[in-house]
């Protein structure tokens, strides 16, 4: 039955036919391969979908704020290290928006005058920093998640059965090394199939126990996700086996590694051919990806442009 996705093997497979490498060869490993595919991906195709701007890997993860605490990491899954948005939750309904500040400016917003630095914060290394350091609630940090690094499949755990109630899933591929994961201590993944393959949950606790005899692993009932399903996966924590792309930029991504072997080993004319099917291959998928709700355009307002301050002061003037 053919699939409309690549899994780690498949893509091996597409690579070595656009290539034509030789099965027996031994100048690139099977890693190498998938090596090969994970640069392309973050660093060729995950641009090329960000750039469409159409919120992509787009999460937000809640970080409480804690009393006399200034200083947050950004989260280290986070796509070039840096964040869409920033706002702090009362804890219920409630969202303040937080205004960046350069630190040169932290004088002025500091807490000694008054409430100016109270929905303020600065970037410095690694870090948010909050200049209310009394702040409370929950920091909403809005940020793009970093796709996995490709496996090969015998090394991700493929999910036949989950049942709720005992915290035990079933796997039709089961891992050798997870019979040594609750010892490894290792934090896990959970990776859904049906494209574009999104990570249902992230850096998940490890194992409570695992029995490779039944195929089965054991976990807390309340790190399990909701909507998991028979194909899912459930690997090491920034690990996967199925390309965290949509499904129809699978063969795009084959195709740039077979371009980039066809340079390694100096093949011009193959490369020439590869690069125009390349062309081709990256204009289609760009279409693809733009605008995902055609006949509901984005609509976009600036509510921080002079006009709309304007007008937000004269309707308070008024209440």
């Not at 409480?64 to 840096?82: E, F, L, M, Q």
């Not at 859904?192 to 195929?215: C, E, G, M, R, W």
């Amino acid at each position: 039955m053919s699939k409309y996705f690549y899994t780690s093997d498949d893509l091996i497979k597409s690579i070595k036919s656009r290539a034509l490498i030789p099965t027996n060869q031994i100048t690139f490993s099977e890693q190498d391969f998938l090596d090969f595919a994970t640069e392309e991906m973050n660093m060729a195709i995950v641009t090329m979908v960000l750039e469409a701007n159409q919120d992509y890997y787009l999460i937000t993860e809640d970080i409480p704020c804690v009393a006399g605490v200034s200083t947050y990491d950004i989260p280290y899954r986070a796509i070039g290290n840096k964040l869409r948005d920033i706002s702090i939750s009362d804890g219920g309904s409630n969202l303040r928006e937080l205004t960046r500040i350069n630190i040169g400016d932290l004088s002025a917003y500091s807490s000694n005058s008054g409430t100016a630095g109270a929905n303020c914060f600065y970037v410095a290394n690694n870090q948010i920093t909050l200049v209310n350091t009394s702040s409370t609630g929950v920091l909403k940090v809005s940020y793009y998640l970093r796709p996995n690094s490709l496996v090969p499949n015998v090394e991700v755990g493929e999910i036949a059965s989950v049942n709720y109630l005992t915290g035990i899933i079933t796997l039709s591929n089961y891992p050798d090394d997870f019979a040594l994961a609750s010892s490894l201590n290792e934090r896990l993944d959970f990776i859904q199939k049906k494209s574009p393959h999104k990570i249902l949950a992230y850096d998940v606790n490890p194992f409570v126990s695992t029995n490779l005899a039944l195929k089965t692993i054991t976990m807390n009932i309340a790190d399990i996700p909701l909507g998991l399903v028979a194909g899912d996966r459930v690997a090491y924590a920034t690990e996967t086996d199925i390309p965290q792309i949509p499904s129809d930029m699978h063969t795009l991504l084959a195709h740039r590694v077979a371009t980039r072997l066809l340079e390694a080993i100096g093949d011009a004319e193959g490369l020439q051919a590869a690069n125009q099917k390349l062309s081709e291959l990256q204009d289609n998928a760009k279409s693809l990806i733009h605008n995902r709700v055609e006949e509901a355009p984005r609509k976009v307002t600036n509510y921080h442009s002079t006009l709309r301050s304007g007008l937000m002061r004269n309707r308070f003037r008024r209440w």
